[in-house]
């Protein structure tokens, strides 16, 4: 069965005006004690932010076991930092000029972006799907290429910007477009193709190193991975699952052998598609990678199940990832969710949304 790990971003937020505070590496601190999880936590850009790397999994509730166990921790903890902990791609409220973690490589990013990072304050999750080699990771990210747009639809979770809502699903999509190199990836021939082009995409200046690419999708430089990057910070614990089973089908289906492919759609079309997925999440049409064409959220994530089903098969994940999807596209995604929060309790309802979803996430792990 292939292999994943997952990476999750948290923000830890005032629990009032629910804006960043510079609380994380005391709280690190404390969780990197503890037994079990102290060696997965680890630090971030912003001096609000705490990230948890899974163990390496291979089934569904494996993961979700990990990810519930630090989401309970990291919400109990949290209170005594007088923080809400929130699985949000940006923060509802924010000032300008955010405190970084002192680390030398992050001053340096700072210095290249400038103006940037003030809304560069954001939360992703991270798939790592593994694969056979880096021509076998090409593969696999020349065939995810169409399916960012849904990917990242299903993901958005980032309807707010200083204080209000931006209209989009995911501002953390919108946002990331403005780093140096960022968007759906090019196609590649092959491993070495990859290897000579990031070089001097790092050497034009664009961009410090290889791990400040921003594409969604792109090969992993410290794991046999490759790791998809399109999708927000999440509410919940499931929520993070089910795209990692998601991402992992895709990996396994554009990886088999014979190959399984789709047409191949123009590059600028799939970028304007991860534009409108960034804006619209699932409430409106979605790219579909099987046609070309925009159509209703339900019918592309139906092409998408459809397409990975064999996977899902061999994985034993069908119905589980069939649950979760028909959860999601009834109650919508995490961007849908803080808004409902907020239009019927304002700040206070979607603090409480933050926080209960760390209490969900104890109850499970009890």
């Known amino acids: 069965m292939v292999r994943f790990g997952i990476e999750e971003e948290f923000m830890l937020l005032d629990p009032w005006r629910l804006s960043p505070v510079a609380r994380a590496e005391g709280l690190r601190e404390l969780l990197a004690q503890d037994a079990v999880l102290g060696d997965f936590v680890h630090h971030e850009f912003l ?48 000032g300008i000029d955010p405190p970084l973690t002192p680390d030398a490589r992050y001053a340096r990013v700072r210095s290249d972006i400038r103006a940037m990072v003030n809304e560069h304050q954001i939360n992703a999750v991270h798939v790592h799907v593994e694969v056979a080699d880096r021509d076998a990771g090409i593969r696999a990210l020349n065939g995810l290429r169409p399916w960012l747009p849904v990917l990242l639809a299903l993901g958005a979770n980032s309807p707010f910007w200083m204080g209000a809502d931006t209209g989009f ?26 290897a000579s082009r990031t070089q001097r995409l790092v050497k034009s200046g664009a961009i410090l190193d290889l791990p400040t690419i921003a594409w969604g999708a792109r090969l992993s430089e410290r794991y046999p991975t490759i790791e998809i990057r399109v999708f927000d910070a999440q509410l919940r614990a499931q929520d993070t699952v089910l795209l990692a089973a998601l991402a992992r089908a895709l990996v396994a289906t554009v990886t088999a052998r014979p190959p399984v492919s789709v047409p191949d759609h123009p590059g600028e079309l799939i970028d304007a598609a991860l534009w409108l997925s960034a ?57 849908e969710r803080q808004r409902r929060a907020h239009r019927t309790g304002g700040q206070p309802g979607l603090a409480a949304l933050f926080s209960m979803t760390q209490e969900s996430e104890a109850q499970q792990t009890a």
């Open 47 to 94: 001096a609000s932010q705490i990230e948890y790397s899974s163990p390496i999994c291979t089934r569904l509730d494996e993961a979700l076991s990990h990810l519930g166990a630090f989401r309970s921790a990291l919400g109990s903890l949290s209170a005594r930092f007088d923080a809400v902990a929130a699985g949000t791609g940006m923060p509802f409220d924010t």
């Open 279 to 335: 804006r619209d999440g699932t409430s409106n049409g979605v790219f579909d990678a099987l046609s070309g064409d925009v159509v209703p959220a339900r019918a592309a994530v139906a092409g998408l199940v459809t397409f990975i089903g064999d996977a899902l098969d061999e994985s034993g994940d069908r119905d589980e990832v069939e649950r979760q999807l028909q959860r999601m596209l009834a109650d919508g995604t995490g961007a």
């Open 169 to 194: 699903g995911s501002w953390r999509g919108l946002v990331l477009r403005r780093w140096g190199v960022a968007g759906v990836p090019p196609l590649f021939r092959d491993a070495d193709d990859y």
